[in-house]
């Protein structure tokens, strides 16, 4: 078990994930621990070459960061399929729009800065208002980038993605998820992003488990709040979870790994039952899964909601332990907007 | 302009590629392989070239300013900022740390001077160099604007569609400079996106351009110096300045590799060791 990645002087490590079973309800009874601290980038450099074992239309280009999106491995294998684009990220999703005509299937690859709003335009109009077969990989989302600083930490990301008619958006957890999630991306048509990071994170999801695309992946059964998280975020919520039982709080973890699609019925399942609502997310809190999840409880189920998110302002240089901490992005932030919002519920 | 005290500047510029070893090294990260290859012109600009302010201000006004395009190379940039005087050399200490205003790209953020606009994501420098010193124009002010680009940077569009613009607006108080190192990331620029014939394509957009050697004092002042003396006939300038990432640490040097990589604590002392301790460490 690490101890280093997060203070847990809160946390009573042994009752994290514990099994209950209270007459009325069956909780699910799968224990949320890890053994293993991997980045999700490498899921995705993982995900890639399979893919490109398994199917000869993927293609890879990349804009001078091979390295840190780890596609090294696919090029190697695939010389002939992968496009060094040099550090010109505005031709890149031109490329790859061009070359899904014919069916290729490329999987662009740069930081996630460069990899949205450097390139809004480019993808806008040759990629998602033209349906291209194109899979947007990006890296070193959010603060988790750590010393790099404000340039660099982008937290609009989600929002600029998924404001885009047909535009898929996939924010995947951990190493495995986000190599499923890369997989997943192979059988997928249309424009899509796929959303990951650059810290060493822990790897709790177990490598065989099921990945749907735009289907939400229930963690944690709960009965009293309703958390939704994505990226980095569901462990963090999976952490106040255990703080949560202590303090008799139940919480339902619900992992919405796309956020469009977004699944509106697990959603809504799930609020029904909880009657509150927190989102958890590393990304400002406009614009991201918080507002995709407040606009349907808005119109269908209105119930009280909190939002943890970057408060409408940039990131800085820091570590990700401590950046997570200073941008309200810890378990303890989570535990105490699931407290607010269980209150205001009464 | 005075004749330049080479002997004092070149003790100003190992002292220089010290803070920088020490940063990168302190914080575990940034990069040391740009800011060491461009220590000289550093040192030629703000201790020789500019004809700068004591005190900083944001408009400039009255004075040369300076934009770095190539956010990344920000710690020879804070270093020369503090060794001139903008801020103390003590600050340079918390480089990347949480709450600092020596952020890992240069940022206005925080408010440290000698920064006017923040950079980092490469391609953009030139345009606001650009726009400053068309304002400049507009104010009369006749002073210079300065902006460094790295050549991997040169991939970039926007930088064209900067170069076509300058040439076109006859912007002649501007002297741009390509810290022409030949290597980027993932490798030589040559193997990742040749730039060619970087010369004739300037040349080709209208500019004036002049080439000099990056890590010889003498040859960047006078290369700065001939640039100064062709503004405000017509053209932008371009110099070529040809480098070596790493310059000054031996390991340091003929490869990419440590375009982003921080020493460690044994590389930091091999590295210091070939660095003399000039005007006094940090
Ligand atoms: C728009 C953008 N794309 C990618 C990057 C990532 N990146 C940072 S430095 C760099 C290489 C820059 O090469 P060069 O300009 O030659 O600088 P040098 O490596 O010589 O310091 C890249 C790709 C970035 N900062 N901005
Ligand atoms: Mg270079």
Redesign the interface.
Known sequence: MFTDYYPLTNFNLKKRGVILVVSTTTYIMTKFTFTEKKDTRSGFGAGLLELGRKNPNVVGLCADLTGSLKMDAFKKEFPERFFQVGIAEANMMGLAAGMTIGGKIPFTGTFANFSTGRVYDQIRQSIAYSHKNVKICASHAGVTLGEDGATHQILEDIGMMKMLPGMTVIVPCDHNQTKAATLALGDHHGPAYLRFGRPSWPIFMAADRPFTIGKADKLIDGTDVSIFACGHMVWQAIEAEAALAEKGIRAEIINIHTIKPLDVEAVLESVQKTKCVVTCEEHQINGGLGDSIAQVLGRHFPVPLEMVAVNDSFGESGTPTQLLKKYGLSPENIVSAAERVVARKK | MSKPDLNHLQKLATQIRRDIVRMVHA?Q??HPGGSLGCTEFFVALYFHVLRRNKEFTMDGTGEDIFFLSN?HISPVWYSTLARAGYFDTKELSTF?????R????P?T??GLPGIRV??????QGLSVAIGAAQTKKLNKDNHLVFVLMGD??Q???QVWEAAMYAAHNKVDNLIATIDYNGQ???GPVKE??DLKNLKAKWEAFGWEVLEFKGNNLAETIAGLEKAKSLTGKGKPIMNLMHTEMGFGVDFMMNSHKWHGVAPNDDELKKALAQLEETVGDY
């Open positions: 914080c990260s940034g956010g990347r740390f949480l709450n600092t020596l952020q890992g790209h940022a953020h925080e923040a950079s980092g994501s490469l391609g991997g940077e991939q970039e569009g980027q990331i993932d990742i996106l």
